[in-house]
């Protein structure tokens, strides 16, 4: 590299650090329950795993419910569907409206809340149990 290209990259780089605040003290996230006050491998450890679960998996897969909107209007009707991913989305937003960007998000919401609540909490209960 250039000097002057290495000097552009080094002032670049004092710039984003003081923007993104990493010259100043790091704060701590939101704290809902203080560090060391849920112990492992109780009832409240197992409850928090599950609450963990259901949000992680159930919001996330809620959240692309509408690229799965549009995936399955593609393969039902590919000629009208032909424009990319926001293209479609726009197309299906003419057809049906913005609910119809995000039909079938509570189905979703709850079987993937389930799904998250069996992987996060009820696996690390039954490990428990099983030892």
């Known amino acids: 590299l250039s000097p002057v290209c290495l000097g552009s990259l080094r002032r670049a780089a004092s710039i984003n650090a003081e923007y993104m605040g990493f010259l100043s003290p790091l704060k701590m996230p939101l704290v ?3 560090p060391g006050a849920i112990k492992k491998d109780t009832s409240e450890y197992f409850a928090v795993c599950g609450l963990a ?3 992680s998996c159930g919001l996330t897969h809620c959240g692309v419910t509408p690229i799965d909107m549009v995936k399955c209007n593609k393969q039902n009707n590919p000629a ?3 424009k990319g991913m926001l293209g479609n ?3 299906l937003n003419g057809y049906k409206g913005p609910r119809g960007l995000v039909r079938g ?4 919401f709850v079987g993937y ?3 998250g ?3 996060f909490g009820l696996n690390d209960m039954f490990k428990y149990n099983v030892r």
């Open 105 to 108: 998000w509570a189905p979703t």
């Open 117 to 119: 609540l069996g992987k």
């Open 113 to 115: 809340s389930f799904q």
């Open 89 to 91: 989305m726009a197309i």
């Open 80 to 82: 009208v569907f032909d």
């Open 53 to 55: 679960g259901i949000l």
């Open 32 to 34: 809902l329950v203080p």
